[in-house]
């Protein structure tokens, strides 16, 4: 398995902008999808976005896109996601997730390592 700590989470106010990272250590290669999702209380987690680690490949849920960008740097091991034109529903826990495959997946249960979460909040 693939460890993974998010970071970069916080409090914005609608219309801000954050960017979250996810630094990936152990058995990482380049044959992973890395993933974001969201979960808030009492919801399932919410897919948000992910990216192929081998050719960069991204696909993004049609509530983020256009807003969101999923970038990878092969030198930090690291995920990034940058948020702009944050609104109040996109207020969550942000996870990040590796999937052992060059397919990309938007299914929360086709990802095998995920780390610890950060919390998002966009309020004024």
């Known amino acids: 398995q693939v460890q993974l700590v998010e970071s970069g989470g916080g409090l914005v106010q609608p219309g801000g902008s954050l960017t979250l990272s996810c630094a990936a250590s152990?058995?990482?290669?380049?044959?992973?999808?890395m993933g974001w999702f969201r979960q808030t209380p009492g919801k399932e987690r919410e897919f948000v976005a992910c990216?192929?680690?081998?050719?960069?490949?991204?696909y993004y849920a049609d509530s983020v896109k256009g807003r969101f960008t999923i970038s990878r740097d092969n030198a930090k091991n690291t995920v990034y996601l940058q948020m702009n034109n944050l609104k109040p529903e996109d207020t969550a826990v942000y996870y990040c997730?590796?999937?052992?495959?060059?397919?990309?997946?938007?299914?929360?249960?086709?990802?095998?390592?995920w780390g610890q979460g950060t919390q998002v909040t966009v309020s004024p």
């Open positions: 997730a590796a999937r052992p495959s060059y397919l990309i997946s938007i299914k929360a249960g086709e990802y095998d390592s």
């Open positions: 152990g058995r990482t290669n380049r044959n992973y999808v």
């Open positions: 990216i192929s680690w081998n050719n960069g490949i991204t």
